[in-house]
């Protein structure tokens, strides 16, 4: 099969374009760097043509009140160019319990392009995953002052982007899911002692301060960021990642 992998030069875009050639498909990155601008329109088109299968990895440029026009207008090109092309999947990467967090902007853009997935004309699969290890070092730095770093005790199942990469490859590769596959790290900490696990594996002499308002976790509710049952279990554990 022929897939066009927006967001395919990117941390999980680059890993499923190698996942998915080393199964025999042909699977082509897009991206900025390639031409192709989800926002402008530009290269969309061209891109998709001949795809059996479209998997959207692309992200907004920020976190803030930007975010849900960003996914808006990306998706409603990707889609329209999609259909035009007689594209029969369309796969997107969310985050697991986005819809739960309507306090943050980020997660009602995402939540928001996951709506308009599922309405329009393809048919669709939705993979939500944890909260990347590969981005703990940048949730720490968000609320560093100094010799501390202040965390909420917001529980976090972190896992890895190879983990991620491989459930989006076979969702991709596979039929339409017409709904959501959830894919979590095989162990859940609250963030503070995460940040506490992770500064000493480092040599990192700060302390974490416990802070249920700090950093923008302290608006998650409870342990919406973690799977419930159906969800899949990845093998890489954290303390193994680090080592």
């Known amino acids: 099969m022929k897939f066009a992998v927006l967001g395919g030069t990117g941390l999980i875009g680059s890993q499923v374009v ?20 989800l926002i402008s329109g530009a290269g969309v088109a061209e891109a998709v043509t001949g795809a059996d299968v479209v998997v959207n990895l692309t992200n907004s440029p920020t976190f803030d009140d930007a975010s849900p026009a960003f996914f808006r207008t990306s998706m409603e090109n990707l889609l329209d160019a999609s259909a035009r092309a007689g594209v029969g ?39 939500r995953a944890t909260q990347f290890m590969e981005f703990v070092d940048a949730v720490l730095s968000w609320t560093a002052d100094g010799d501390t770093v202040r965390l909420p005790r917001t529980p976090i199942q972190p896992i890895a982007a190879a983990d991620v990469a491989a459930a989006v490859t076979e969702v991709a590769a596979g039929a339409p899911l017409n709904g959501v596959l959830d894919v979590g790290g095989p162990d859940v900490y609250p963030l503070d002692d995460l940040g ?16 249920d308002s700090a950093g923008m976790f302290a608006a998650v509710r409870g342990d919406v960021l973690t799977t419930r049952d159906g969800a899949r279990i990845a093998a890489t554990r954290y303390t193994d990642w680090l080592a």
Do not use: C, F, M, W
């Open 89 to 127: 999947h369309a796969v997107v990467l969310s985050i697991v319990g986005v819809d739960q967090v309507p306090e943050l902007s980020y997660y009602r853009a995402k939540t928001l392009q996951e709506d308009l997935l599922k309405a329009g004309p393809i048919p669709y699969s939705i993979v």
């Open 18 to 37: 190698k996942n998915l050639g080393a199964a025999g498909h042909e699977a082509v990155p897009h991206s900025p760097s390639t031409g192709v601008d």
């Open 196 to 211: 506490r696990l992770t500064l000493s594996a480092k040599g990192d002499k700060r302390s974490v301060v416990t802070d």
